[in-house]
């Protein structure tokens, strides 16, 4: 798990479309896991394991796709989850934790996780 450089941009694949990047949200219940997996029905998350190296308080995670990390966090700010979780970019050397704030009244802040 790393702090290092986020992913922006819409780096483009061969075929002209957008490359879309892999995130992992992290929940501290699975009550909350369940419910954000409903309210994200339409982006077509996964439902898997906590990876080992992210701390989380339940082994339940959801996995799912967006172009970048503002896409990302405008699709967890939309359906209005992110409360108790945390936001991973999967990448080839692990994940790398994302600052996301979400503040009642579907305000969300991004570098910052409201912890400062």
């Known amino acids: 798990m790393s702090d290092g450089p986020h992913h ?61 990390d503002e896409h990302a966090m405008g699709i967890l700010c939309q359906a209005d989850v992110g409360r108790g979780a945390a936001l991973y970019l999967s990448g080839e050397d692990g994940y790398s934790y994302l600052p996301y704030a979400h503040a009642s009244g579907g305000s969300c802040r991004y570098g910052s996780d409201g912890r400062n």
């Not at 339409?42 to 339940?60: E, K, Q, R, V």
């Open 8 to 68: 922006t941009g819409n780096a483009l694949n061969d075929s002209g479309t957008a490359h879309e990047s892999t995130y992992v949200l992290a929940f501290e219940s699975t009550h909350a896991a369940l419910a954000a997996q409903k309210k994200l029905a339409s982006f077509n998350p996964h439902i898997i394991p906590t990876p080992s190296n992210i701390a989380a308080g339940c082994g339940m995670s959801l996995k799912f796709s967006a172009t970048d």
